[in-house]
């Protein structure tokens, strides 16, 4: 029973956290707010963040381009805005993709260079980071990523979509609240509730698992068997979103303390590809025949048991019963029929897909309980194809 675990960010969840954001002692006096723009300020979020920042006396700047699959060019645009405007904290509100770039945008405001220095993996350098990024605040109006509770973020530069990060990009503060997620789309709270479940499960299976990572991992998994499904039916079932929200945070510590496996290195090779394609779509459409593999496998027959378990699968006795659960809970969401080919992606790309999975975060592959051959990556495209 060997493990590590460390956790610095401070963590205030609940409907209506967001309105103590202004009590908090916040790390610095100007912040740059990082976001992807239309829905935070649609919905009136971004407003009611600079209203907290207003009564906390914190001046601050807007950046506010961040795509859905972020990309190193808005990390250095969003660096050099800091640096121009001295700020010394950094503010994502919204989801993953810009809470990720938060991470990244406080590392380069404070470092010289490229930020593809000091990327491990595909054609970055590797180097080590000279100073200390500017601290980070969380606020996520998504449950998908679980970054709020990880130092984790994941950019694209070309079409190399690798992870990134170490104990000082954990966030400074992060706010949960349940009722920034009520305004998510049946379908993105679907894709986002399975992202944060194959956090899970993948961080359970993992060669690097532990005593410590299966407890948030199974109680994650629990909950989103539970509750996903009534999220999705309707975005106002407050104990539904909560029960997600919860279930996200906890894959997020999940992906502290241990990691995830090939599957989402396939995916990532995917959308960096077809940055149309969202994380959570491409996690689902690869799901099955990647677990499938798993369960052949038989190299973690006790754990997809377990997992079957934990999202209602009570009578569970075989690895396969886990596939079978994933299944029922995406048909639940109505996400069972997705495929590929939806997304405009060729088929003839796909070997080249698969071999970049491997080149861009080929670390994963290595914390994997079952040892994927190349021919087993491009099989599991194939057949998600359709």
Not at 51 to 79: Q, R, T
Not at 142 to 149: I, K, R, S
Not at 249 to 267: D, F, K, P
Not at 301 to 317: F, H, P, V
Request: net charge negative; proline share 4%; aromatic share 8%.
């Amino acid at each position: 029973m060997n493990f590590n675990f460390y956790m610095p960010s401070k963590l205030i969840f609940g409907c209506g956290s967001l309105n103590k954001l202004h009590k908090q002692k916040l790390p610095g006096k100007k912040a740059l707010i990082v976001t992807g723009g239309t829905s935070i300020k649609k919905y009136g979020y971004l407003k009611r963040l600079e209203e907290e920042l207003d009564k906390a006396n914190i001046s601050y700047c807007l950046f506010d381009k961040i795509l859905p699959n972020p990309i190193k060019e808005h990390v250095m645009e969003g660096a050099a805005l800091s640096k121009k405007e001295n700020c010394d904290f950094i503010i994502g509100i919204g989801g993953g993709s810009s809470i990720d770039s938060s991470k990244s945008i406080a590392i380069m405001a404070s470092n010289e260079g490229d930020y593809w220095d000091y990327i491990f993996g595909g054609t970055g350098k590797g180097k080590s980071i000279p100073n200390d990024p500017l601290p980070i605040v969380a606020v996520t109006t998504t449950a998908g990523t679980g970054t709020e509770a990880d130092p984790w973020t994941v950019i694209t530069n070309g079409k190399e979509k690798i992870g990134f990060g170490y104990e000082k990009t954990y966030p400074y503060l992060s706010i949960v609240d349940p009722e920034l997620m009520k305004t998510v789309p049946p379908l993105l709270t679907a894709y986002q509730g399975f992202d944060a479940l194959f956090h899970s499960t993948e961080g359970y299976i993992n060669k690097i698992a532990s005593e410590m990572s299966d407890l948030f991992a199974l109680k994650s998994i629990e909950l989103i068997g539970k509750s996903l499904p009534n999220a999705v039916k309707d975005g106002n079932n407050m104990k539904a979103r909560e029960d997600v929200a919860m279930a996200n945070t906890l894959s997020g510590i999940v992906e502290s303390i241990s990691s995830c496996t090939a599957e989402h290195s396939i995916e990532h090779s995917l959308s960096a590809y077809y940055p149309k394609l969202e994380h959570g779509a491409g996690l689902i459409i690869i799901s099955k025949e990647y677990y499938t593999i798993i369960a052949a496998s038989n190299v973690c027959n006790e754990k997809m048991i377990n997992m079957a378990k934990a999202l209602g699968r009570k009578d569970a006795d075989k690895p396969t019963d886990f596939v079978e659960a994933l299944t029922d809970l995406q048909k639940a969401c109505n996400v069972h029929n997705l495929k590929l080919s939806d997304y405009g992606i060729k088929k003839e790309e796909l070997p080249d897909i698969a071999k970049n999975a491997r080149f861009a975060m080929g670390g994963l592959f290595q914390c994997d309980p079952h040892n994927f051959t190349d021919e087993e990556v491009l099989n599991i495209l194939e057949k998600s194809y359709k």
